[in-house]
Nanobody, 127 residues
Framework: HVQLVESGGDSVQPGGSLRLSCAAS????????MGWFRQAPGKEREGVAA????????FYADSVKGRFTISHDNAENTVSLQMVSLKPEDTAMYYC?????????????????????WGQGTQVTVS
């Protein structure tokens, strides 16, 4: 059973930075697609950033391009999200998710969120 555990959420002032990390259990293939999603109160969950199988492709939501960077450590099977220049509208619960190539394709090409494995979330508050 794949488990994903997020960490790094916090409260910061606008313009601040945070680094979120997600550790995956050994059952998750190192070739899995992993991504970060967020959901603010009263809003739908949205894709923030994802890294494709093999780590050669990345996806970023338009709202975070140039501010957020996703990275994958194959040795540790962790995915991180470096966030800089944070804005109040970045406030949300951030979730780590993992899936296969199909999950990445659906997110990037179809704008659909279809990932089988999810973490419990970590809160980011910018105010």
């Amino acid at each position: 059973h794949v488990q994903l555990v997020e960490s790094g959420g916090d409260s910061v002032q606008p313009g601040g930075s945070l680094r979120l990390s997600c550790a995956a259990s050994d059952e998750l293939s190192i070739n899995a697609c992993m991504g970060w999603f967020r959901q603010a109160p009263g809003k739908e969950r949205e894709g923030v950033a994802a890294i494709g199988p093999g780590g050669n492709s990345t996806f970023y939501a338009d709202s975070v391009k140039g501010r957020f960077t996703i990275s994958h450590d194959n040795a540790e099977n962790t995915v991180s999200l470096q966030m800089v220049s944070l804005k109040p509208e970045d406030t949300a619960m951030y979730y780590c998710a993992a899936g296969g190539a199909e999950s990445f394709f659906k997110l990037v090409v179809l704008g659909e969120i279809d990932f089988p494995y999810w973490g419990q979330g970590t809160q980011v508050t910018v105010s």
